[in-house]
């Protein structure tokens, strides 16, 4: 089975690439970040193509790629190194006199890197049969323009897996159940006064509530922890560990409305400014599904009592939001939110029908 092989010991880095060449229609990226253990893997079954990172412990770029060499295994397999730029012109020709044939640079600029692997793919005489798209398909949904769905009237068989999934995560998370619900729907709105199509929001709504079920594959003790509790270094990688998992747990499912839950599980705790996670992407590189969602969940978790979290009312949390324009949240979404502020505010009175909120709208205006 033809396949691109990426080997790099930072299983982040990996993780980006295999989603952008996913994204890109390659059908089978397959992930090292041993290279030793990829040295026996390639030698069983060469990869069509191979990307390859430079600076790795026990053995590099340039080691891994003289071995294969000369044990005949990339004789036929375009091969691509892959460097941080701090590294870039002191290894380039070493990389070319080991075998590669691209040379290119990390952090990857999404387009550039999944125009460049499909060239090599089209040199390799392992042909990679895949649904290649004619044009880049980034992991970006650029401003209005992720496509509405076909209005055929013909039911859809999704619908039910996905209320299933809702049901499955509510088991993992006591503020799941009627926050994803809430949530959802002040996604919805922030969407709308985005200007996104009507069709787009109700995506959204959809699948929003699937945002952290990656949560099943939490561990106890780090789920039950709230967030006034302090996280050590290995029970905040576990945490940060359920935007992956949820991404992984959907993304193999050929449902439209499944396909952006995953995305938004991956994306919804990246930050603007860069500094979030997993991926640790900046700007419009993060999907805008997880930008608005990002900013419907911290309202929700602003405004709702949760253990080991003191309530926030709504306009305090207005402020906070506000604050983090720029930083952790998109200005554009920020803005939008605004802009939605007092649909929120009916949203929150409907699902709690109490009356704290409506004295908050009334000094809203
Ligand atoms: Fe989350």
Not at 30 to 59: G, I, N, Q, W
Not at 187 to 212: F, N, R, T, V
Not at 258 to 269: C, G, T
Not at 332 to 358: Q, Y
């Amino acid at each position: 089975m033809p396949y691109i092989g990426i080997v790099d010991d930072n299983p982040i880095a990996l993780l980006h690439m295999r989603i952008l060449l996913e994204r890109a229609g390659f059908p089978d990226v397959r992930t090292h970040t041993d290279p030793r253990a990829s040295l026996a893997a390639f030698k069983l079954e060469p990869p069509s193509v191979l990307l390859v990172d430079y600076l790795m412990p026990d053995l590099d770029g340039i080691e891994l790629l003289g071995q294969l060499q000369a044990a005949g295994t990339t004789l036929h397999t375009p091969v691509a190194m892959v460097s941080g730029a701090e590294d870039l012109e002191s290894m380039r020709l070493s990389a070319y006199r080991a075998g590669a044939i691209e040379v290119l640079a990390k952090p990857v600029n999404p387009q550039e890197f999944t125009l460049k692997v499909r060239n090599l793919a089209r040199l390799s005489t392992v042909p990679l049969h895949g649904r290649f798209q004619s044009d880049f398909s980034p992991l970006v949904v650029p401003r209005s323009s992720r496509a509405a769905p076909a209005k055929t009237g013909a039911p859809r068989d999704d619908v039910p897996m996905l209320r299933m999934l809702e049901k499955v995560a509510a088991f993992r998370d006591d503020r799941t159940g009627k926050h994803t619900t809430r949530m959802a729907f002040y996604a919805a709105a922030i969407a709308h006064a985005y200007g996104l199509s009507i069709a787009q929001q109700d995506q959204l709504m959809e699948a929003a509530p699937l945002h952290d079920i990656g949560n099943i594959g939490c561990r106890d003790d780090v789920l039950r922890k709230g967030k006034g509790e302090q996280l050590d270094d290995e029970a905040r990688v576990a945490m940060q560990q359920h935007t992956i998992t949820g991404y992984e747990l959907l993304r193999d499912s050929p449902s439209e409305a499944m396909q952006l839950a995953a995305e938004i599980a991956l994306s919804h705790h990246e930050c603007w400014d860069g500094s979030g996670y997993p991926l640790r992407l900046s700007g419009e590189h993060i999907a805008l599904s997880g930008r608005i969602v990002a900013v419907a969940d911290t309202f929700d978790a602003l405004t709702t009592v949760r253990p080991y979290e003191p309530q926030w009312l709504a306009e305090r949390a207005r402020r906070v939001i506000k604050a983090d324009s720029g930083k952790r949240f998109d200005p554009a979404v920020v803005d939008a939110f605004e802009s939605a502020f007092d649909s929120l505010l009916r949203i929150k009175r409907h699902f709690d029908g109490g009356e704290v909120f409506a004295a908050v709208a009334a000094s809203a205006h």
